[in-house]
């Protein structure tokens, strides 16, 4: 789970972490009384949606002006021109895609006297099961570019969770830094926080970028996106409330209401399967065929009737869909029970896409004949490879 950057600096803040002064605002009205209660004279007005980029976004309507999602204010009335170009308008990023993200809240944050931009965040290291920092001194909007180009520059220092944190990493990450004087001391601690809060909070991500040096010498985290283990959610209520549904794609929303595990693709192959190594396996598959996945749906080991046609509704209703593919192999999951989903979900929808069903495991025959009495047009498959032979030809075909 994601949230905006308002909310991360606030949760940094109950740790200790130097942030700047600042207030969300959904009304240009909001966003002047908070400008009015910050010291200024220079003010940021920041567009608060879940995407990388701002400060180079574009606008998609004409009114809003052409200076990004990240502006500087020297004026309340600046504040409030800001506030006004960019409620309500469409915003493009290079993480958004050409549809853009509609910016419905800002943040309105104090100006800082920038010396330097640093880069720094935090992560779970899948390789070393440990949670790493990558530190870099080209901070700023370009990481990407400094990544690729100049790797040289980013440094990794991983965090045994056995010991947990000691002083030296903070120096280790200090010096990658090249940070002097008190400055170090600073970083120890502020990497002290930062790890704290990362495992407190159960955090995958922790982003600061930039990281700043003002020109008095104080670190401070002009920028902070956090993304939250959803599966550690429950132990975070005040976590979860702070979600942003608006943000996310519908049917992903739709589908965390009953537990189902689906991101929406750029294909044209609607795919339903249990087990996520399986799903995987089924999106391989469709491209070696010659087209593209339309989403990865996993469904669990033990789903329900209901919840089978609850997936089927989800996918259909992604217009881009021109072919479904159902690759189940029942194990804890009945066959049977499958075949009762997609036919209950079939005949309430009139599904009109090819539809090619391959079952196997437990109560497969009985899952079979229930496709095969149910009247509907679906199509058996014996095997993945004949599966993914057969719905790639359909959509082929109806083109």
């Not at 991360?8 to 969300?24: D, I, T």
């Not at 009015?36 to 980029?53: N, Y």
């Not at 600046?78 to 419905?104: N, W």
Request: aromatic fraction near 6%; charge should be negative; include cysteine.
């Amino acid at each position: 789970m994601n949230v905006h950057e308002y909310q991360a600096k606030e949760l940094l803040r109950h740790y200790g972490v130097p942030v700047a002064q600042g207030a969300p605002a959904f009304t240009p009205q909001e966003a002047v009384a908070a400008a009015e209660k910050l010291p200024g004279p220079v003010w940021v007005v920041k567009a608060q949606i879940h995407a990388g980029g701002r400060g180079k976004g574009k606008f998609k309507e004409a009114d809003a002006g052409d200076k990004g999602g990240v502006r500087l204010a020297r004026s309340i009335d600046e504040v409030k021109t800001s506030a006004e170009q960019m409620l309500g308008k469409t915003l493009v990023t290079a993480q958004t895609g050409p549809g853009g993200r509609t910016v419905k809240r800002l943040f309105i944050e104090d100006g800082c006297d920038i010396a330097r931009e640093l880069y720094l965040s935090a992560l779970v290291d899948r390789a070393t099961s440990r949670i790493s920092f990558i530190a870099s001194t080209e901070g700023g909007m370009d990481i990407e570019k400094v990544a690729h180009d100049t790797p040289d520059k980013i440094i990794t220092l991983s965090i045994d969770p056995a010991s947990g944190y000691s002083a030296f990493h903070g120096r280790k990450v200090a010096t990658a830094l090249k940070l002097t004087g008190d400055q170090i001391d600073q970083c120890v601690k502020l990497i002290g926080q930062l790890y704290a809060a990362f495992v407190a909070q159960d955090m995958s991500l922790l982003e600061i970028n930039p990281l700043v040096v003002t020109k008095a010498g104080k670190l401070t985290c002009l920028d902070a996106k956090i993304n939250f283990e959803d599966n550690a959610l429950f132990r975070h209520k005040d976590v979860a409330v702070l979600r942003d549904v608006e943000e996310e794609d519908p049917a992903e929303v739709e589908a965390s209401k009953y537990d189902l595990n689906y991101v929406k693709l750029d294909g044209q192959i609607g795919c339903m399967v249990n087990g996520a190594g399986l799903a995987m396996a089924t999106m391989d598959i469709i491209k070696l065929y010659g087209m593209e996945p339309a989403n990865f749906l996993d469904v669990g080991g033990g789903a329900s009737k209901e919840k089978v046609a609850a997936a089927f509704k989800i996918i259909l209703s992604d217009r881009s869909v021109q072919g479904i593919l159902v690759n189940i192999f029942g194990g804890i999951m009945r066959c049977d029970i499958i075949a009762e989903g997609v036919v209950a979900a079939a005949k309430e929808m009139a599904i009109k896409v090819p539809l090619v069903v391959r079952l196997e495991g437990t109560n497969v025959d009985l899952g079979k004949q229930i496709l095969a009495q149910s009247g509907l047009k679906i199509i058996p498959a014996d095997n993945l490879a004949d599966a993914a032979k057969k719905i790639t030809d359909e959509v082929r075909q109806t083109r």
